[in-house]
């Protein structure tokens, strides 16, 4: 019979997983579009929730399937990881910052961009 506390930490990621994709679909409302700029904001939001969810995943199976972050991601790619993890929230929360309000479109795709490129670089690290 598997340990309780093993059942208890599964069920736990996951209900933390849902908690923030939900919290992060509450913040980015991707359903509330921009009317000038619908296509590239559509695509940024989605992108984002997408990078979220395989960065949520990986983290998961990581900490609770492979016995760790540290034992996934080790020496360089450990902090190519932290990169990954910050640049792209960083770059959701910066926009709407009044520097990038005239240059908000190209922004919108640059960050689309940083964002697969993000989930890429997830998946290779965990895979190889």
């Not at 309780?4 to 209900?15: A, D, P, R």
């Not at 904001?41 to 969810?53: A, G, H, R």
């Not at 900490?63 to 932290?82: I, S």
């Amino acid at each position: 019979m598997a340990n309780f506390n093993e059942i208890l930490n599964y069920i736990l990621g996951i209900v933390f997983i849902v908690l923030i994709l939900a919290v992060a679909y509450a913040y980015l409302k991707p359903h509330q579009l921009h009317k000038r700029r619908l296509v590239s904001t559509l695509i940024l939001k989605i992108s984002y929730l997408f990078y979220l969810l395989v960065l949520c995943i990986i983290v998961y199976l990581s900490a609770l399937v492979k016995g760790g972050l540290d034992k996934v991601f080790y020496g360089v790619e450990f902090f190519v990881f932290l990169l990954v993890l910050f640049v792209p929230t960083i770059g959701i929360l910066a926009r709407k910052l009044g520097q990038f309000s005239k240059k908000r479109e190209g922004y919108n795709y640059f960050f689309t961009v940083v964002n697969f490129i993000s989930v890429i670089f997830i998946l290779l690290m965990y895979f190889l």
